[in-house]
Every structure is written in C-alpha cells, then in structure tokens.
C-alpha cells in the first residue's frame, strides 16, 4: 500500500509523488513524476529517498494575485487536518500553528502529541484531501 500526492491539483501533470510502503524496511519508498514511475534518490548517497513516516498536512492556498509565476500563498498558521503515515498505517489528526514564529505542532486523533519512528519524517503540504490517494 501507500499513498499518491498530487502537488500541481492536475491529472495531467507530472508532479506526482507517490510513498510505497516497504513493510522488509519498514520505509516509504519516494517515487516521483508522471505516472510516480522514477525512484527519487538522494544525490549525497545514492540511494532512494525512504522516510519512516510521512506527515500529510492541509494548508490551505490561493494563487497570489498579480503573479506572472503563479506562485501561491499557503496558510501556514492557525490549525487543520493532517495524516500521519508510520509503520505501514494511518492515523488521522491535526496540525496546529499559533503564528508564523511558532513551531508546528501535530496531534494523533485523540488529541495528544504526536509519536513518530525513528528514522527520517518526510513533511508534505497539500491544499487539500482530494488530493491525496491512498492505494
């Protein structure tokens, strides 16, 4: 199983992401591109990107207006929804940020703190769910 993350809200675009659940490693192996068909590998050793926990965070966005580069603006204070994929499973929780000096924080479901891996957590912002598929 893993998870497929749509950063351009396009079905036509090359900018899919997909973490693939490697239950020998216990790692989400990171796949990019059109089709998520290219191993994302990590130019300082070689080998392929494989956090032990996936963060999916809703921010909201907008385009900026008046931008040539359609850049966006995320909101990145304030609080929302968030999935939290460890160990080949996920949890439902939230994000909170009381400002944007402040840490993120995440909570599991139940309202407490976060545990996550040992092991490398890689962060993911989307402007929302529907862009995230779980296969």
Known sequence: ??????????????????FRYDSAE???????GKDSSAAHIDSADGLQVTPANV?????????????????????????G??????????TEGTWKRSDGNAVIQYFDGAGG????????????VLDSQTLLVEF
């Open 1 to 18: 199983g893993g998870i497929q993350l749509d950063f351009a809200n396009d079905v036509t675009s090359d900018s899919l992401v997909q």
């Open 113 to 124: 703190p976060l545990c996550l891996l040992p092991g490398q957590t890689w962060i993911a």
């Open 81 to 90: 929804k968030a999935f939290f994929y460890r160990a080949g499973k996920k």
């Open 55 to 79: 963060i999916v965070q809703i921010m909201p966005s907008h385009l900026i207006e008046g931008d040539e580069k359609e850049r966006l603006a995320v909101q990145t204070s304030g609080q």
């Open 26 to 32: 216990r790692r989400y192996r990171r796949w990019y």
